[in-house]
């Protein structure tokens, strides 16, 4: 379950946060504002008792980014409201312009262990229903095949690090390849491309995004990423 200490008026900080700068860009205190429905002055006090808790950088009249910790947090929570989404559409037949406020409801409740069962009945989504990256779990495997091999929740560990997938990378982004995503299909068509845990992946430029590909380079070599392999390839950043 989210963390106790974290409360959910926190973690709904973070996810519009998340939403708006996942790979670190500033987001202003007005787009928060007309975000969450709050006015201007509330949102800066508590971007300063989020900058205290080591959650965010803030910078006062530009805006705030989020830290390693705080991206964690903001990661775990979105990750949990949009296969939510997908699980209510798909599964329950929810009508789709309900799904958003319920997920929000339920999120802060789902637990660890019902998240990753859901995402094993769902078969691993990379997009819920607006089309939205999910961010990756933040179980330490390097496939989804890995943690389906891990029967017992007891005996799951969390990663230490943060990831993003290629898709939602910005300008001048690089790391280590270290989680794909994906039914052993999708696996194969990613080694067939020469992608493996491990690499080096650079992406240097927006223009790169060539309608539903990206241009990236790893381990020295361009290689061009088609969307649905982009979505389930992470790196640490």
Same mark, same amino acid.
């Given at each position: 379950?989210?963390?106790?200490?974290?409360?959910?008026?926190?973690?709904?900080?973070?996810?519009?946060?998340?939403?708006?700068?996942?790979?670190?860009?500033?987001?202003?205190?007005?787009?928060?504002? $007309?975000?969450?429905?709050?006015?201007?002055?509330?949102?800066?006090?508590?971007?300063?008792?989020?900058?205290?808790?080591?959650?965010?950088?803030?910078?006062?009249? $530009?805006?705030?980014?989020?830290?390693?910790?705080?991206?964690?947090?903001?990661?775990?929570?979105?990750?949990?409201?949009?296969?939510?989404? $997908?699980? =209510? =559409?798909?599964?329950?037949?929810?009508?789709?312009? &309900?799904?958003?406020?319920?997920?929000?409801?339920?999120?802060?409740?789902?637990?660890?262990?019902?998240?990753?069962?859901?995402?094993?009945? =769902?078969?691993?989504?990379? =997009?819920?229903?607006?089309?939205?990256?999910?961010?990756?779990?933040?179980?330490?495997?390097?496939?989804?095949?890995?943690?389906?091999?891990?029967?017992?929740?007891?005996?799951?560990? &969390?990663?230490?690090?943060?990831?993003?997938?290629?898709?939602?990378?910005?300008?001048? %982004?690089?790391?280590?390849? %270290?989680?794909?995503?994906?039914?052993?299909?999708?696996?194969?068509?990613?080694?067939?491309?020469?992608?493996?845990?491990?690499?080096?992946?650079?992406?240097?430029?927006?223009?790169?995004?060539?309608? &539903?590909?990206?241009?990236?380079?790893?381990?020295?070599?361009?290689? &061009?990423?088609?969307?649905?392999?982009?979505?389930?390839?992470?790196?640490?950043?």
């Amino acid at each position: 379950m989210a963390d106790d200490k974290i409360s959910e008026n926190i973690e709904e900080y973070l996810e519009v946060l998340y939403r708006n700068g996942s790979n670190g860009e500033q987001v202003s205190t007005t787009q928060l504002s $007309k975000d969450l429905g709050i006015a201007p002055g509330s949102v800066t006090q508590m971007l300063k008792k989020l900058e205290d808790l080591g959650y965010i950088a803030y910078t006062p009249y $530009k805006g705030a980014t989020l830290t390693a910790d705080g991206m964690k947090i903001a990661q775990k929570i979105t990750r949990k409201h949009r296969i939510l989404e $997908k699980f =209510l =559409l798909d599964i329950l037949k929810v009508k789709e312009e &309900n799904i958003h406020d319920q997920a929000c409801e339920m999120e802060h409740a789902l637990s660890d262990e019902a998240e990753r069962a859901l995402c094993t009945m =769902l078969h691993h989504p990379d =997009l819920c229903p607006d089309e939205n990256v999910i961010p990756a779990c933040d179980f330490d495997f390097g496939s989804c095949q890995e943690c389906f091999s891990q029967k017992d929740f007891d005996q799951v560990i &969390n990663r230490k690090f943060n990831l993003l997938s290629i898709s939602e990378l910005t300008a001048d %982004s690089e790391g280590t390849i %270290s989680f794909i995503r994906g039914n052993s299909e999708l696996l194969d068509e990613i080694t067939e491309k020469g992608i493996k845990i491990g690499q080096h992946l650079k992406y240097e430029f927006n223009e790169n995004r060539i309608g &539903n590909h990206y241009l990236v380079e790893i381990d020295d070599k361009e290689l &061009n990423v088609p969307s649905e392999m982009a979505n389930n390839i992470f790196i640490r950043v």
